[in-house]
């Protein structure tokens, strides 16, 4: 089932911005607000399992520019933001309003 295969987690905004700080200062890698939960999401599984010290894997999900609001005051410098990212995000973004039925989802997808 997939409660034996997927675990959660959640943290506080200061969980998350303590742990953006240390990893930026330990390791010298800038997580974005939701690769930090995703980050300890890990770490708590492994010290739930007794695996503290093994090899883990997460998705580092977003760049840290896109939330340079959080990230800038926590390590105390600018994040520049990588050219594709600034590109993508001066796009315009169209937005398809429908009504909220399982048939206007399905007409939507078939568009």
């Known amino acids: 089932t997939m409660r034996r295969d997927v675990s959660g987690s959640r943290h506080t905004d200061d969980e998350v911005r303590h742990t953006i700080r240390r990893v930026y200062e330990q390791c ?10 995703a980050y300890l999401g890990l770490k708590g599984y492994a010290a739930r399992e007794g695996r503290e010290g093994r090899v883990g894997i997460f998705l580092a999900t977003a760049h840290p ?8 005051p926590v390590i105390g410098r600018t994040v520049e933001t990588p050219g594709p990212l600034a590109e993508a995000l001066a796009r315009p973004r169209p937005i398809l309003r429908i009504p909220a039925t399982f048939e206007a989802l399905m007409e939507a997808l078939d568009a």
């Open 65 to 72: 520019a896109k939330f340079r609001e959080v990230v800038e």
């Open 28 to 37: 010298g890698y800038l997580l974005d607000p939701h690769s930090a939960i």
